[in-house]
């Protein structure tokens, strides 16, 4: 069974310094991963899909299939990206249902 | 991306009643999810909701507790029957398709007394 983990379930940093979320998957087959942001009183919303390669409001992710991560990152963290992350697999072949982790509260702090 | 729209936004229950949240799409989709996110924690899939036929719902949750209607590609519905104080929780509708990255609704926070 596909499995996702988010070690961390709060992450404080100082404004400019550097954020990496963490997220591990279990999965036997070719999974897609997404990050998924929600920020205070809005609704989820997806902040980036590891196809797309896209850098994101400063976010970059990579997926590292060897040691089965899919790490967030940003170079300086700002205080609008306090906000809730979650880690989110998707398996082709079963409907495109997600598996969340368990979320990662990033606050940043000025 | 789909606008969605879910109703109730909010609600307050008593216990052994029902309640029927209702997700409208302003687009068809192919494939509608029903989430549950209880406090404090993450979010689970209860059923994906299949247009013309039967949910598929998730080990732990089942058609009696939780039945769902899916009438068109644009609408569907889940109850959340006889509940009871650990029902208390946000249920989130989300839509995708094949290739397509799925796109939540703003949830119906329940609580129930």
């Known amino acids: 069974a596909q499995r996702v983990t988010q070690p961390e379930k709060l992450l404080s940093v100082f404004k400019g310094a550097p954020v990496e979320l963490k997220c591990n998957y279990s999965y036997s087959g070719s999974p897609e991963l997404f990050w998924y942001v929600q920020y205070s009183r809005q609704r989820l919303q997806l902040l980036l899909r590891?196809?797309s390669r896209e850098s994101i409001k400063g976010f970059t992710a990579d997926l590292n299939k060897g040691e089965t991560s899919f790490h967030l990152k940003k170079p300086f963290a700002q205080e609008e990206d306090s906000a809730m992350y979650y880690c989110a697999l998707s398996q082709h072949n079963a409907g495109n249902m997600l598996t969340f982790g368990g979320g990662t509260r990033l606050m940043v702090k000025p | 991306s789909a606008v969605i729209s879910q109703k109730p936004s909010r609600d307050i229950c008593q216990r052994g009643t029902s309640l029927t949240i209702q997700c409208q799409v302003d687009s068809q989709v192919t494939m509608m999810f029903w989430y549950r996110q209880q406090p404090g924690q993450s979010l689970t899939l209860i059923a994906t909701?299949?247009?013309?036929?039967?949910?598929?719902?998730e080990s732990g949750f089942v058609i009696d507790k939780f039945p769902i209607s899916r009438p068109n590609l644009t609408f569907s519905t889940l109850t959340v029957s006889n509940m009871s104080p650990e029902d208390s929780s946000i249920y989130l509708c989300?839509?995708?398709?094949?290739?397509?990255?799925?796109?939540f609704g703003d949830g119906t926070r329940l609580s129930i007394l």
């Open positions: 590891h196809i």
């Open positions: 989300s839509v995708g398709g094949q290739d397509q990255p799925q796109h």
């Open positions: 909701a299949n247009q013309g036929s039967e949910a598929t719902y």
